[in-house]
């Protein structure tokens, strides 16, 4: 079992920067975050694994950045350069298989946080 609480969403303008948190509880080998828009489906944004490798969506490669503190049991992801496209509703996602396993599909995930709204205005 593994509980994900987020943190850290808001209003930011174009071109800032914001940071975003999840705390966990509970062994959790594979993290990532997601993000959904009105409309949208589901997508991964960033994944890191057991062993600290990341995967990125090609449409945020160069300006997010994630990361994961396990002694305070917090993954982070650092959003800069952010553009009104990156609106979303942002979640933390985690899974105890595949420790290697880079994918960023949703349904790779099992344990999911409850989200965080970042908006992004021009």
């Known amino acids: 079992q593994v509980q994900l609480v987020e943190s850290g969403g808001g209003s930011v303008q174009a071109g800032g920067s914001l940071r975003l948190s999840c705390s966990y509880a509970?062994?959790?080998?594979?993290m990532g975050w997601f993000r959904q828009a009105p409309g949208k489906e589901r997508e991964g944004v960033a994944i890191i694994n057991a062993i600290g490798q990341t995967n990125y969506a090609n449409s945020v490669k160069g300006r997010f950045t994630i990361s994961k503190d396990n002694a305070k049991m917090t993954l982070y992801l650092q959003m800069n350069s952010v553009s009104p496209d990156d609106t979303a509703m942002y979640y933390c996602a985690a899974d105890v298989r595949a420790p290697g396993a880079l994918g960023l599909g949703a349904d790779l995930y099992f344990y999911w946080g409850q989200g965080t709204q970042v908006t992004v205005s021009s």
């Open positions: 509970g062994v959790a080998y594979r």
